[in-house]
C-alpha cells in the first residue's frame, strides 16, 4: 500500500508562506487525483485544493489566489505552496490521492500555525 511522508509545516507569522509536500512511496502518476485536506480544532475536515492526472486545479475559496498545488510525477510528490498566510489556516494538513477506482489514501498529517 503507498504510503505518503508530509512534510513543511511549522510555525509561520501572518503574510508568511510555507511549502508542504508529500512525497509518496511509490509512483503518483497511478492516482486520478491528489490533494490535501486540513483539520482545524473543532472543526470538520475541509478539502483545500487537488490537482488531476492532467492538472486541473480546485480550491476552496478561502484560498484561492493564496495557495497552489502542483504534482511532479517524476518526483512522486504533490506540493502545496501556501502564500500571504493567515490565522485562519492554522490546521493539520493531510496528503490525499484517489485511483480511478475511487480508492483513497491519506497520509499522516503536518501542522501549521499561523501566529504572531
Known amino acids: 500500500q503507498v504510503q505518503f511522508v508530509e512534510s513543511g509545516g511549522g510555525l509561520v507569522q501572518p503574510g508568511g508562506s510555507l511549502r508542504l509536500s508529500c512525497a509518496a512511496s511509490?509512483?503518483?502518476?497511478?492516482?486520478?487525483?491528489m490533494g490535501w485536506y486540513r483539520q482545524a480544532p473543532g472543526k470538520q475536515r475541509e478539502l483545500v485544493a487537488t490537482?488531476?492526472?492532467?492538472?486541473?486545479?480546485n480550491y476552496v475559496d478561502s484560498v484561492k489566489a493564496r495557495f497552489t498545488i502542483t504534482r511532479d510525477n517524476a518526483k512522486n510528490t504533490v506540493y502545496l505552496q501556501m502564500n500571504s498566510l493567515k490565522p485562519e489556516d492554522t490546521a493539520d494538513y493531510y496528503c490525499?490521492?484517489?485511483?480511478?477506482?475511487?480508492?483513497?489514501?491519506w497520509g499522516q498529517g503536518t501542522q501549521v500555525t499561523v501566529s504572531s
Open positions: 490525499y490521492a484517489r485511483t480511478d477506482f475511487y480508492r483513497e489514501y
Open positions: 511509490e509512483s503518483i502518476s497511478s492516482f486520478a487525483a
Open positions: 490537482v488531476t492526472r492532467g492538472g486541473d486545479t
